[in-house]
Structures are given as structure tokens and as C-alpha cells.
């Protein structure tokens, strides 16, 4: 059985997001072990691409310091085989298709199974499309997670059903980025997608604060968090470690 489904067997998961690479690959390391021992229930590791499109400015700037530290696919696949020895919470990739399709679906998501990568995520992958890389997912175990926004509306239920690993509920329209509010009616949502699925539902896009990931929480199997953490780091380079271990705690305790 794929490590996806381990994140929400013990009460609402809390899923954290991390550029890798930013400010540096070793660094990246230390964080994602303080993401798991803060009580991170998942990690999601980005790879730096040079248009992330779903991104607001903070995870920009991450994917621009780290591709200024020369960091490829590779490295970041060498780097998760190293964490993956140290950590047994499931971790996935956050990317675009762009950089599957350039390393080749086959051979990136083969790496991807041997790094000890349980699923990917493409943002920029639309639900049409993602049938033939599913399909060389599967030979590798590898679920791909899809992405249900507030625009989706009739085409909730269709993505649902066919969802695999979890679902990612973006919370608003637009891109990545801590809000003070988030509008959306995210209780019927969560509502339409369990009426024909058991997959487990995390709401990303602008939780931040322990708050805020309590009242979501509340009605969703778990929730995301990336900005946030992305901005700890930013702000504190390679001593972020311990500071991304607060935050981290404080949120996982605000859920529980």
C-alpha cells in the first residue's frame, strides 16, 4: 500500500511544503527531518522550476535562490534517496509538468520510487491530461494527487472520483500566499467531493496561522501549509531549522 494514506491515520494530518534547495540542499535536509519531528504528518518537496505558475511571491523567490545555487532534478532526487533513510513520515513531489516532460516521465518517476517518493503533484496538470502519466505512476507505485479548485465546480465530483493518494482543496482563486481570510465555501466543497470518494481531503493555499489551521481542519481530513514555512526559511537561512520546528509544533498542536 502506498505511504500516502499513512499521513491520516492518526487524526487530521498536517502537511508542510519546502523548496529544495532554499538556501541550500543540505540545509533543505535538516529542515524536512525538523518537519517530521515537529509533527508533520507528510512532506511535500518542491522542485525548483523557473515558472511556477500556481506560486505567489514568497515560493517564487524560493524556486529563484535555489536555482541560483545551480540546484537540478538530480540533486534534489539525491538529496530525498539521503532524508529518506532518516524520516518514515511519506513524502511527494511538487512540480511542473514541464520538468517530468523534459526528464522524461518514465525515468523521473522510476528515480522518484527509488528516492522513497510515495505520490507527485503538478498544479499545472490539467485532470484531462494526467491520464498517461498515471498510467506510468502506477508501474511505480507512485499516486498522482489531484487538485480541486473553488472554479471546479461540476467537475468536482469527476475529479474526486477518479482521485487517488489525497485530494488538494485550493482554498482560493489565485496562487500560493498566506491570507488573513480565505472566502471560499470550503465546507460544501469538501462535502461534494466526499459524496463520491473516501480519499482523504487537505485544504491548502493561505492557511498560516495555528487559528486558521484549526478551523480548516475542522472540516477536511488535514491541512497544507507552504508559504508560511517557505518565509521562515527565507528569514532565516540556514539556522531555520529550529525556527521551522516551532512553527511546525504549533500548528500540529492546534489541530490535534
Same mark, same amino acid.
Given at each position: 500500500m502506498n @505511504? *500516502? &494514506? +499513512?499521513?491520516? %491515520?492518526?487524526?487530521k494530518a498536517f502537511i508542510g511544503f519546502i523548496t529544495a534547495g532554499d538556501p541550500d540542499l543540505e540545509t533543505t535536509k535538516k529542515i524536512i527531518k525538523s518537519m517530521a519531528q515537529g509533527g508533520c504528518d507528510l512532506v511535500e518537496i518542491g522542485i525548483p522550476f523557473s515558472d511556477p505558475i500556481a506560486e505567489g511571491e514568497v515560493i517564487q %523567490?524560493?524556486?529563484i535562490r535555489a536555482l541560483k545555487n545551480n540546484v537540478t532534478?538530480? +540533486?534534489?532526487? +539525491?538529496?530525498t534517496k539521503e532524508i529518506s533513510k532518516e524520516i518514515d513520515i511519506p513524502m511527494v513531489y511538487m512540480t511542473y509538468l514541464n520538468v517530468l516532460f523534459r526528464y522524461g516521465y518514465e525515468k523521473f518517476l522510476k528515480n522518484a520510487h527509488d528516492c522513497g517518493i510515495s505520490g507527485v503533484i503538478i498544479p499545472d496538470m490539467p485532470y484531462e491530461e494526467k491520464g498517461e502519466l498515471q498510467s506510468i505512476a @502506477?508501474?511505480?507505485?507512485i499516486e498522482v494527487v489531484s487538485l480541486i479548485a473553488p472554479t471546479s465546480e461540476q467537475r468536482i465530483k469527476v475529479i474526486a472520483k477518479e482521485a487517488e493518494g489525497f485530494i488538494y482543496a485550493v482554498s482560493s482563486l489565485g496562487v500560493t500566499g498566506e491570507r488573513s481570510e480565505i472566502k471560499t465555501d470550503l465546507a460544501s466543497i469538501t462535502k461534494a467531493i466526499k459524496e463520491v470518494t473516501d480519499i482523504p481531503v487537505a485544504i491548502g493555499f493561505g492557511i498560516n496561522t495555528p487559528e486558521q489551521a484549526k478551523k480548516y481542519s475542522a472540516i477536511s481530513d488535514g491541512i497544507i *501549509?507552504? &508559504?508560511a514555512i517557505v518565509r521562515i526559511v527565507a528569514e532565516h537561512g540556514k539556522a531555520a531549522p529550529e525556527y521551522v520546528y516551532k512553527y511546525v509544533k504549533s500548528i500540529k498542536d492546534a489541530i490535534k
Open positions: @505511504k *500516502i &494514506s +499513512d499521513a491520516f %491515520n492518526h487524526g %523567490n524560493a524556486n532534478t538530480d +540533486d534534489v532526487f +539525491d538529496m @502506477k508501474q511505480y507505485g *501549509i507552504g &508559504s
